[in-house]
């Protein structure tokens, strides 16, 4: 049973680029929630993911948007990226019809470098 | 103010010590999580607790739902177990809040 995954494992791109990350999400969950991880910081939640519509968005400005396809992977966009959008983006899924207390598995991430 | 403290923000301990890490949080929470990343960046859950106490081998995770504290244990710790821990929890609209994370180095 594979895991949360994510791709590309590293990404360079510069200033002003447009980026776009790719999440599959653990079998049988059908939920995707996106994080940001500056160096040294605890992730910031982005959005989520739910029946291919966002369903929650944290304090992230509208060049972050994103997708969630009928087989539930997603994807999250970048547009006109900013040296400070340089992080590690996590991506986890899990199973909102398991009840109120949803465990989050995560993905291993994708490193973005803006340079 | 963070909605969510960790403490101590960096630990080093000699193997075989006890560890504990603690997390205090000011919001109305549905769940904790504790996670584990490793360099490299990947997370894996430790626990996920609403309530009460949960073991796992050596790790041990209490929560205080009415004073608003978790606390993650290590016993025995070994220096695999270095790492960075962060607390997470869910809030009443299933967002969830993390921590900074406690870099925890063991020492052999």
């Known amino acids: 049973d594979a895991g949360v995954t994510q791709s590309p494992t590293h990404l360079i791109k510069t200033r002003g680029q447009q980026v776009t990350l790719r999440c599959s999400p653990k079998?049988?969950?059908?939920?995707v929630s996106w994080y940001q991880q500056a160096l040294g910081q605890g992730p910031q939640f982005i959005f989520q993911?739910?029946?291919?519509?966002?369903?929650q968005r944290g304090n992230f400005p509208d060049r972050f948007s994103g997708h969630q396809f009928p087989n539930y992977s997603s994807e999250l966009n970048v547009n006109a990226l900013l040296l400070g959008d340089s992080a590690l983006y996590l991506c986890?899924?899990?199973?909102?019809?398991?009840?109120?207390?949803?465990?989050?598995?995560f993905g291993p991430g994708t490193r973005l470098t803006v340079l | 103010k963070n909605e969510v403290e960790q403490s101590p923000q960096n630990l080093t301990a000699q193997e075989g010590e006890f560890i504990t890490i603690n997390c205090s949080y000011s919001v109305g929470i549905s769940a904790l999580h504790w996670l584990q990343q490793h360099p490299g960046g990947g997370i894996v859950s430790l626990f996920m607790l609403s309530s009460g106490k949960k073991k796992h081998g050596r790790l041990i995770a209490t929560i205080n739902i009415q004073e608003k504290h978790s606390s993650l244990h290590i016993t025995a710790s070994h220096p695999r177990d270095s790492a960075v821990y962060i607390c997470?929890?869910?809030?009443?609209?299933?967002?969830?809040?993390f921590g900074k994370g406690t870099r925890l180095h063991i020492l052999p």
């Open positions: 986890a899924s899990s199973d909102r019809t398991g009840g109120p207390y949803n465990e989050q598995f």
């Open positions: 079998s049988g969950h059908d939920t």
């Open positions: 997470a929890v869910m809030d009443r609209d299933d967002k969830i809040i």
């Open positions: 993911y739910y029946e291919e519509e966002e369903r």
